[in-house]
């Protein structure tokens, strides 16, 4: 970094390194698919370049985008075709992930389909299609335009897109849901997402048929989840895993306190405000009642709600201690379990230990919900700090127990990266 | 440029000289080569240039429309990828006016996050990036541009000048005047206070 002309100013200067590090010119499209777009707006009719380099570029875009509108409302539409690269499309459109599959709409849209993943096309229209992901992962990017209606179904899941990129993947087996959001948006329906969640760039959805549990991860203060559900999706509901050892390295815990006496509050009110994307409301209530005295005798269930705001208004501190109390104050239950993982996320951001969280919440739940992301996770941790040698087992492990999991493909590269390492 | 009476390389293992005579000669090829080694640069200066909250993808493209229709106004065909900069410096501080239009407006919603890209979710760094950019958001864009192209993609101070097409000193004074601001504004941003507390009581914690 260049701070010859200025007065070093060291908290500046890591604003700028961060920056340096999060934004980089890699694209979620591939270069084909990228250029392919290119090559689609360079045959239509160009409109005005005027605009960068004249005064009054404003109305000049105005006028160009009015008659970009009428041509484009002119124009006949055509339906979309597709052609798979990497692969073979099967009967009635079914398409099976080998090495490096991909789906290429002509509408510039793709689909990358993980090794094993089965998918399905129907219903092509002009505006889009309906992809069935049957079984495993896949990353989707669907290009923008106007009046585009795609439709990526997964289980009971139903992902309902306009111009986006995201990772979505089904497990048949275990029932269970995962929509990574990487730009735009969407709106889900399925199970607990009744009327539909829109989910915005950067937001994760875990959905697990079983257990009965939607959740949703990410997002910022100024981009909550809007959740449409008539009834409260909570995150994470009491009991729904069963019953455990206490965690190690956990201090005993006391019996659980019954819940404080709360003041104008219904027993589910917080789990309600989470679902419907009131994050600062739960913050302000706990922290009018007092933190301190909220970690101390609230329910299990109004600390699961609290630790979710937390977590989703970016309150990191405020998460940790909540989530930590979970811990103690109730050893056995599932959210407590569930905590370790969550405690490894924020351990990600700084002070250190997302291994050792990540581990707990292997060994305390190896069939928990987010036991793939937490394998996954410290796989990548590891390879990190540790280097490809040091995660070349665990990778292998990852892939043994998760062939399919949204990690599966950087594991691969790992175990494929170390065994073409030379050996000392 | 390749030496006269040479076999010619691919169009892909040319310099930038060749190139740019290739796209002014309409050779169908290098469309495609002048993506494949620019678009990852144009992509990585708009998304540092207009933040987090940005889909750049539509915007690359504008720039390469733009540069394939105005190629044939370049006069030193050596400089071809400071005539890429230029554009997508040009597009980017016309997206900064855009956006805040917009917000003045009331187009977008809030300030900031009409369409958060992040990489990942949830983390403090990119609430902190977030942050950092609405500080960046009330700068004027000259300043912010030659913040971002000094100190976020390390240029110098000659290129910020050709980029921004003004005089070095001008230059000069534009990116130590944004430097002076962002470090204001982030000394009261609550959140980057926080944020950079954390930062430093970690780095010490692992330097004792």
């Known amino acids: 970094m260049i701070l010859a002309e200025t007065e070093v100013d060291e908290p500046t200067a890591e604003l700028v390194k961060l920056a340096q590090r999060e934004l980089h010119g890699d694209s979620v499209l591939s270069d084909d698919a990228g250029f392919s777009r290119l090559q689609l707006r360079m045959s239509r009719p160009q409109r005005s370049w005027a605009r960068g380099w004249v005064a009054g570029a404003v109305a000049v875009s105005s006028v160009a985008a009015l008659a970009g509108a009428l041509l484009l409302t002119r124009a006949a539409p055509a339906q979309i075709s597709f052609e798979v690269a990497g692969g073979a499309l099967g009967a009635n459109g079914r398409v099976v992930g080998q090495e490096h599959t991909q789906i290429k709409f002509s509408d510039g849209s793709e689909a990358t389909l993980e090794r094993g993943t089965e998918a399905r096309i129907t219903n092509i229209t002009e505006r889009g299609a309906d992809v069935v992901l049957t079984q495993g992962s896949m990353r989707v990017h669907i290009a923008k335009k106007p009046q585009a209606a795609w439709k990526v179904a997964a289980g009971p899941y139903d992902v309902r897109v306009t111009g986006t990129a995201f990772d979505v993947s089904w497990s048949s087996q275990n029932q269970a849901f995962d929509l990574r959001m990487q730009t735009g948006a969407v709106i889900v329906t399925g199970p607990l997402a009744g009327s539909g969640i829109v989910l915005r760039a950067g937001q994760h959805l875990f959905g697990g048929v079983a257990e009965g549990r939607l959740t949703v991860e990410g997002g910022t203060l100024a981009a909550a989840p809007a959740v449409a559900v008539p009834e409260p999706a909570a995150p994470r509901q009491p009991g729904s895993l069963p019953e455990g050892p206490a965690p190690e390295g956990v201090a005993p815990a006391p019996p659980a306190p019954s819940p404080a006496p709360r003041a104008g509050s219904e027993p589910h009110a917080w789990t309600r405000q989470v679902a419907q994307g009131h994050f600062n409301a739960v913050l302000d209530e706990a922290e009018q009642r007092g933190l301190d005295r909220t970690l101390a005798g609230g329910s299990l269930e109004e600390l699961a709600a609290l630790a979710d705001a937390a977590r989703y208004a970016g309150r990191s501190a405020v998460a940790k201690r909540v989530l930590l109390a979970e811990r103690q104050r109730f050893p056995s239950s599932g959210q407590a379990r569930d905590a370790a993982f969550f405690l490894g996320r924020i351990a990600e951001d700084g002070g250190g230990g997302a291994i050792e969280w990540y581990e707990r919440y292997v060994n305390e739940s190896p069939r928990g919900a987010y036991a793939s992301q937490a394998f996954g996770r410290k796989m990548m941790l590891v390879y990190k700090q540790r280097g490809g040698s040091a995660a070349s087992p665990v990778a292998a492990e990852y892939l043994s127990r998760f062939p399919n999991g949204p990690y599966a493909a950087a594991a691969r590269k790992i175990v494929q990266e170390s065994l073409a390492a030379p050996k000392p | ?208």
């Open chain 2, 1 to 208: 440029m390749a030496a006269p009476g040479a076999a010619s390389p691919p169009l892909s293992a040319a310099d930038d000289a060749t190139l740019a005579v290739a796209l002014i000669e309409k050779n169908t090829a290098a469309p495609r080569v002048a993506w494949t080694r620019f678009s990852p640069l144009v992509r990585r200066i708009l998304r540092r240039s207009l933040g987090p909250q940005h889909d750049v993808e539509d915007i690359v493209q504008d720039v390469f429309l733009c540069l394939f229709e105005r190629v044939h106004t370049l006069r030193d065909p050596v400089a071809l990828k400071a005539f890429v900069i230029a554009i997508t410096v040009r597009t980017a501080r016309y997206e900064i006016r855009r956006a805040r239009v917009r917000r003045w407006v009331g187009l977008s919603r809030t300030a900031e996050l009409p369409d958060l890209r992040v990489v990942n979710a949830d983390t403090s760094s990119q609430h902190a990036l977030i942050h950092f950019y609405r500080t960046l958001n009330r700068i004027n864009e000259r300043d912010r541009t030659a913040f971002i192209l000094r100190f976020i993609e390390g240029m110098e101070a000659a290129e910020v000048a050709a980029a921004l097409d003004v005089s070095v000193p001008t230059a000069r004074r534009c990116f130590t005047r944004a430097w002076d601001r962002v470090t204001f504004y982030a000394q009261r941003d609550p959140f980057l206070v926080d944020y950079l507390g954390k930062l430093e009581a970690t780095s010490s914690e692992e330097e004792s």
